[in-house]
C-alpha cells in the first residue's frame, strides 16, 4: 500500500524535480545553501542504477544552471542507488561518469553515508575517486560509530571536505556509542578536528549543543565562518535555519524529493516525538 505523499511533506519537498525547483529557489533567495537528495537506495537492478546516475547527472545539470551566484547548491547521493550492492566496479564507474559532469559544472558531490554494513565500501569508494577530483566530491562521516576516530584521522590527512553528523542508523553496541552524551563528546572531538585540518566541512546538526560547540570553537581558535557550513535538513528549525544564515553563517539545507521517500520518512520519524506528532496533526486536519 502506498503512502499519501503529503504525510511526509514537511521533511520531502516534493515527489519531482519540478515541485522542488521552486524550494530550492525560495532556500537560496533566503540566502540558503542547498543539497538536493533524489531519494532512492538499495537497488539491485542494473538498469535501475544506470537511470538513477542519469538522473543525478541530469541533476547536476540543472543545478549548475539554476543556482544563484555564490549560493554553494549541489548534491547528495547515496552510492547503494548507483550499484554498490550490485558490483563495486559497476559503481565506481557510474560514480566516476557523475563525477566528471560535476566537476566540469562545478557541482559538489556529497556521498551520504549509509548502515555499517556499507562504511568501508563507501570510503573505498570515495578514496578510489578522490584523488582525480578532490574540490568534488566528500564523504559523510557518523561520530555514533566507533571507527569514526580513524576515519576523521584518515579524512584530516587528506583535507578532504567531510558532513559529520552523528547517524540516522539503529547500529549495534559492539560497534556504536548508544549514550546521547558520549556521541555528542564525540561530535564535538571530531568537529574540532575537521574544522582545524578540512577544507570547507559540514557541521550537520539540529542539536544546540553541538551547535554553540562548534561556533565556540571556531570563534576562540580564528576558524572562520567562510571556511565552514552548518547543515540541516529541509523542514527542521528552519527558523533557526534562517536565524544562522543572517548571523553571516554558511548553512546548508539538505532537500530531498522523490517518490521513493518511505525510508528517509520513517528515519526521521524514528529520531523524535515532535516529528510524529507533526505527522499525526497533518494527517488530523486533512481528515
Ligand atoms: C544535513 C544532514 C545530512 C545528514 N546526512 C546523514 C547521512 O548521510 N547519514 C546518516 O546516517 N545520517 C545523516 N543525517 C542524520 C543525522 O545523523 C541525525 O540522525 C539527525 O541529524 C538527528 O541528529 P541531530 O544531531 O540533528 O539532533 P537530535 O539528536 O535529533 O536532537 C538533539 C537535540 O537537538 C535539538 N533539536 C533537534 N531537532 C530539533 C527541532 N526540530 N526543533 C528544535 N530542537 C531540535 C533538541 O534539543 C534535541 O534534543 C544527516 C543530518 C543532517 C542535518
Redesign the pocket.
Known amino acids: 500500500m502506498k503512502l499519501p505523499f503529503f504525510l511526509a511533506s514537511r521533511f520531502v519537498a516534493g515527489e519531482d524535480l519540478s515541485a522542488t525547483l521552486p524550494v530550492v529557489r525560495d532556500l537560496n533567495e533566503n540566502g540558503l545553501h542547498v ?1 538536493l537528495d533524489v531519494l532512492g537506495e538499495h537497488v539491485h537492478d542494473r538498469d535501475v542504477a544506470a537511470s538513477a546516475r542519469d538522473t543525478y547527472i541530469d541533476l547536476v545539470h540543472t543545478l549548475a544552471r539554476s543556482s544563484p551566484d555564490g549560493r554553494r547548491n549541489r548534491i ?1 547521493i ?1 552510492l547503494s542507488m548507483m550499484g554498490q550492492l550490485i558490483d563495486e566496479d559497476f559503481c565506481l564507474r557510474n560514480l566516476r561518469m557523475l563525477l566528471d559532469e560535476a566537476e566540469d559544472q562545478d557541482v559538489f558531490v ?6 555499517s554494513d556499507l562504511t568501508q565500501s563507501t570510503l573505498d569508494l570515495f578514496e578510489a575517486v578522490y584523488p582525480d577530483y578532490p574540490n568534488h566530491v566528500g564523504p ?1 562521516l ?3 560509530l566507533k571507527r569514526t576516530e580513524g576515519d576523521v584521522d584518515r579524512m584530516c590527512e587528506l583535507g578532504a571536505s567531510v ?1 559529520l ?5 539503529a547500529e549495534a553496541e559492539a560497534i556504536a556509542y548508544q549514550n ?1 552524551d558520549v ?2 563528546a564525540r ?1 564535538t572531538d571530531y568537529m574540532e578536528r575537521l574544522l582545524d585540518h578540512t577544507t570547507y566541512s ?1 557541521i ?7 551547535i554553540d560547540a562548534t561556533k565556540r570553537y571556531a570563534q576562540n581558535n580564528d576558524v572562520s565562518p567562510a571556511d565552514f557550513e552548518f ?3 529541509y523542514g ?2 528552519p527558523e ?1 535555519q534562517q536565524d544562522m544564515a543572517e548571523a553571516g553563517y554558511n548553512m ?3 532537500v530531498p524529493y522523490g517518490t521513493e521517500w518511505f525510508p528517509y520518512f520513517s ?2 520519524l524514528r ?2 516525538k ?2 510524529v506528532l507533526f505527522v499525526l496533526k497533518n494527517v488530523l486536519l486533512k481528515s
Open positions: 543539497a547528495s547515496k556529497r556521498l551520504d553515508m549509509e548502515g559523510v557518523q561520530a555514533m558532513r553528523c552523528k547517524g540516522a542508523y546521547m556521541i555528542r561530535f559540514g550537520a546538526t539540529h542539536d544546540d549543543q553541538l547543515q540541516m535538513l527542521l528549525r533557526t546548508l539545507v539538505y528515519r526521521r529520531e523524535k515532535e516529528n
